[in-house]
């Protein structure tokens, strides 16, 4: 897997709260929270599935969210 994007921020937050199937669709919980938003993705080298991982991280850099989409 590899690092696609990584928003902090504001930015972070709006990219969050994309609704399916172009963002991850966070629920306000996480949302309020956030500070971080990573996106990972898989590569062709990376065996099964090709997927997203959307990755939420708070101010603390404490993980409190996860969301997997299938596809790049």
């Not at 969050?16 to 919980?29: C, Q, T, Y």
Request: with cysteine; hydrophobic share 35%.
């Amino acid at each position: 897997m590899y690092l696609i994007s990584k928003q902090t921020g504001e930015d972070a937050k709006k990219a969050a709260a994309e609704k399916l199937p172009f963002g991850p669709e966070f629920d306000w919980g996480v949302i309020s929270r956030l500070e971080t938003l990573e996106v990972w993705g898989t590569s062709f080298k990376d065996e099964g599935e090709d997927y997203c991982l959307f990755k939420a991280f708070d101010a603390a850099g404490q993980p409190i969210g996860q969301r997997r989409m299938g596809g790049y």
